[in-house]
């Protein structure tokens, strides 16, 4: 009996360990599927979030034209935008900024003294976890000083470490405030003996930059040995145009907020383009390209600065132009290899991208990218990172990511509700090129079947959109596939479509609107200069012209001139801009964010 039992007690434990194995297999592999899932979803994100870009680097171009066309419509309009295109060189002294607002006995937010110490930063960071708001006098002061510590400072800052000295470098925090009470819990506040590297992007996006702005400045100030602040692409006034820092300041800071908007402005041009560790690391905002110039970059004016702002590295030899984002390059390993090699330099470290651990190592460890603000994209969607170094060892990477509702959520629904936001987005894309995805689809299909085989219709989805996305792998979630698998084309625009601000409006129209909405919303309040929300109706006319003539858009003029007589529903003469915007939303119908049985990405 004692053989039999041993015998059976044998079996029992390979049928578990089997059963082990089985299971052990399956969610491995369950989990490679939310990985490829998680992947597809920020790919979306990113390719839509660098599409934007490259039409913010189109807009900056516009702005150019419109200057010099404008002028003859409108000869008092031309100041449209005291604070972004011609920095004033007349511009009032501190006196007439700072010490003529006052700060009311009423005013119950932090009262910074100056000289700044590590008391005002403490006072600071205690009064922005309680979403009070730092006065006008105080910002503007904190501006005024920071700007003219960085005018002394040369264009790379040179810094030193030691085992009893390590190096903190963050990257990208992008208006994220909860990212940065994060790293100061983890590593502490900066100080002489915890020293900081702030690579840039500071601002945009995120509902807090202005706090996450004046913190790194007061910082700056009380330990400028210690605390070091790079240029990012995202501190420049046509950027925060778009990416919402321009709009929470003249939110925030409703009587003074364009006093703010100059001064950022000329802070901006004197940030620092990076910082040199130890003479062996390089930290800048985005990268090289094969003809970056250590040497001449160490002179050169700092608001001239392009390609070191936007390049991103690439695994393909070679340095190419940055289609993606449409400014700076692509660098490959090579041009890692021979820049580093060049300067007696072992590794670049840079930021600008989302990663979805919070960093990236490539170029055989000569590159690293650190990106900082954690849920960048949606709720769970990526990690938030930061670096120490100490001369002499390998770098440190600290990982962390704030939480709220996710963080009792299980894996498959953090994914999920990162992938609906993702595909959704990705829609409103669609549905903006209706007309010429339609054209397109038309044009392939030569039997009028209304059909198009798979890699038809991908090849037509990233002709028009060129976003460079898995749209096989996507399709799933975009169209209907009959048992042959080919594409119902059509169902490219199923329960999705634009809402109409006014129902007579042409649709190629509408699209067109929607489509460059966020620019026309820019130009438009930029003319807009006492921020009343009415445009006339000559602005109007006048302003869509040199638009549509810039960007080659093709909409005959009556139509436009039948839109802003429709949409001036009181005859005053003026249109309310920036409602008319609001009306121009995607409507998802049937869209449950939340339902359990849904279709995936991959």
Request: aromatic residues 10%; hydrophobic residues 35%; proline residues 3%.
């Amino acid at each position: 009996m004692g053989c039999s039992s041993s015998s059976t007690k044998t079996r029992k434990s390979e049928t578990s360990l089997k059963a082990a194995l089985i299971i052990q297999n399956w969610y491995r592999g369950y989990k490679a599927r939310l990985k490829a899932r998680q992947h597809y979803a920020l790919t979306i994100f990113q390719s839509i979030e660098y599409a934007d870009e490259q039409g913010q680097m189109q807009l900056s171009t516009f702005f150019s034209f419109m200057l010099e066309h404008y002028a003859h419509v409108h000869k008092e309009e031309l100041e449209l935008r005291n604070q972004s295109l011609e920095s004033e060189q007349d511009m009032r002294d501190r006196h007439d900024y700072v010490d003529l607002i006052d700060v009311p006995d009423s005013y119950n937010g932090p009262r910074l003294q100056f000289p700044l110490t590590c008391t005002d930063i403490d006072l600071l960071l205690e009064a922005f976890k309680e979403q009070q708001i730092l006065h006008a006098h105080y910002v503007l002061e904190v501006l005024f000083e920071t700007k003219k510590v960085l005018k002394q400072m040369p264009n790379f800052t040179h810094v030193q470490t030691s085992p009893s000295k390590e190096l903190t470098i963050c990257g990208d925090l992008h208006g994220k405030l909860d990212d940065l009470f994060m790293i100061f819990y983890k590593n502490g506040l900066p100080s002489e003996s915890n020293p900081y590297v702030f690579n840039g992007d500071f601002v945009d996006r995120g509902k807090n930059s202005i706090e996450i702005l004046i913190i790194l400045c007061v910082s700056f100030l009380v330990y400028p040995n210690d605390l070091h602040l790079n240029r990012g692409n995202h501190e420049d006034f046509m950027m925060n145009l778009r990416y919402g820092f321009t709009k929470e300041i003249l939110h925030k800071y409703k009587l003074h907020g364009k006093r703010i908007l100059q001064i950022l402005e000329e802070l901006y041009a004197w940030l620092p383009i990076g910082t040199i560790v130890d003479n062996e690391i390089l930290v800048i905002h985005g990268g090289i390209s094969e003809t970056t110039d250590l040497n001449l970059l160490h002179c050169i004016e700092r608001n001239k600065i392009i390609d070191i702002l936007w390049s991103d590295p690439r695994g393909k030899n070679g340095c190419f132009p940055n289609t993606g984002r449409g400014g700076g390059c692509y660098f490959g390993p090579d041009v890692t290899s021979k820049i580093l090699n060049k300067y007696q330099l072992k590794m670049l470290i840079r930021s600008h991208e989302c990663k979805p651990e919070g960093y990236e190592i490539c170029h055989d460890g000569k590159v690293v990218t650190i990106f900082s603000a954690s849920n960048y994209y949606e709720e769970g969607s990526n990690r938030g990172a930061y670096i120490k170094l100490c001369s002499g060892t390998a770098p440190r990477f600290f990982q962390y990511q704030v939480t709220k509702a996710t963080c009792f959520q299980p894996l498959r629904q953090r994914v999920y509700t990162m992938e609906s936001s993702a595909i959704k987005i990705l829609k409103e894309r669609v549905i903006s090129r209706k007309s010429d995805l339609t054209r397109a689809f038309q044009l392939q299909d030569h039997r009028k079947s209304g059909k198009l085989s798979l890699s038809q219709w991908a090849f037509c989805m990233e002709n028009i959109l060129g976003l460079n996305l898995p749209w096989r792998s996507l399709s799933s979630n975009l169209v209907n596939i009959d048992k042959n698998g080919n594409v119902e084309y059509m169902s490219s625009f199923q329960n999705i479509h634009i809402e109409k601000p006014v129902q007579e409006a042409h649709s190629t129209l509408v699209e067109t609107l929607y489509r460059y909405r966020s620019d026309l919303e820019i130009i438009f309040n930029a003319i807009d200069t006492d921020h009343s929300g009415l445009i006339s109706m000559e602005e109007f006319r006048a302003m869509w012209k040199l638009f549509s003539a810039h960007y080659n858009v093709l909409i005959d003029d009556s139509q436009v001139n039948k839109l802003a007589n429709l949409m001036d529903l009181n005859k005053d003469g003026s249109i309310d801009f920036n409602e008319f915007l609001k009306a121009f939303y995607v409507v998802h119908r049937y869209e449950d964010l939340m339902k359990p049985n849904v279709t995936n990405l991959g």
